[in-house]
């Protein structure tokens, strides 16, 4: 069974950091490229990092220069590191598999809020 479990987001202020962290587990996680979305409220659910399994990563251009996406093999987890935060980075993280379909299962998500 699958399990995608994202931790560490929280309120913080405008122009404040963030670490997100993602646990994996019941994935091949070493062979599949992985990613970071976000959905905002009122808005679709966006992918806003990935990363493939040698490491190599793309970023969307609203994040990009401002957010590190990585990940560890080992420990079967994916991480986001969040600088440079404003109010418009504000929602729901979650992370899954870079390819996703209508029937891709999806954690909780953390949620961010960043207050001007």
């Known amino acids: 069974q699958i399990q995608l479990v994202e931790s560490g987001g929280g309120l913080v202020q405008a122009g404040g950091s963030l670490r997100l962290s993602c646990k994996t587990s019941?994935?091949?996680?070493?062979?599949?490229?992985m990613a970071w979305y976000r959905q905002a409220p009122g808005k679709q659910r966006e992918m806003i990092a990935d990363?493939?399994?040698?490491?190599?990563?793309n970023y969307s251009d609203s994040v990009k220069g401002r957010f590190t996406i990585s990940r560890d093999n080992a420990k079967t987890t994916v991480v986001l590191h969040m600088n440079s935060l404003q109010p418009e980075d504000t929602a729901v993280y979650y992370c899954?598999?870079?390819?996703?379909?209508?029937?891709?299962?999806w954690g909780r998500g953390t949620q961010v809020t960043v207050s001007s």
């Open positions: 019941g994935t091949t996680f070493s062979i599949n490229d």
């Open positions: 899954n598999f870079k390819y996703t379909s209508k029937y891709t299962y």
């Open positions: 990363i493939s399994t040698r490491g190599n990563a």
